[in-house]
């Protein structure tokens, strides 16, 4: 391949990730604005199927609904989802518009809600399982709190358990696998290195 082709292929990589870099910073700025949300027509994602009618939130996957203030759709976390459910008292309806940080997700048109404010900036907290401060009004809204956090603090331990496993095999492999060292014999000296 002659330089020509190989510079103008360098210069179009390099292009690609200051173009990727920009997209990137922008969704990264749009994760701080505060986004003014009026949340409507909810659709429950169960691992058995959609309806939109809360459930509670045992199989519950996710929520998508539309916001009335950009007529765009947002996807909520099931902790999201409780956080609304709390905030609300269980009917999913505001009184007034709140707002909200978000997120474009990945080759569609739909936001995913991060953190949710009242207009007067107290957060509406959302209220997931990995949180140790969960006062017993917000766990009420967990179909079963304390078998959900018996599970998740199982699936802790075993993940924490499995990376260090993971760490200490990949430690074990490297250090035998990459030996050097030097060798004297009666015809010199001479060097080896293990891949």
Known sequence: MNIKKLSLILIFLMVSCLLTTIVSADDSEDRMVKHDFFPVDFVFEYSDGNTTDYKGDLGLQHAFCTNTEDNATYRL?????RGIAYATKGTFK???TIQTTRYKLTDSDVFGVLVMYYKNGTEIKSLDISDNDLTADQRQYFDDYNQQRQEYLEQQTADEIDSMSSQQSYQYS???SHQSGLIFGSHGVGYY???
């Open 94 to 96: 505001f009184n007034e």
């Open 193 to 195: 290195r293990s891949f």
């Open 77 to 81: 976390s099931p902790g999201s989802v």
């Open 174 to 176: 490297h250090q035998k």
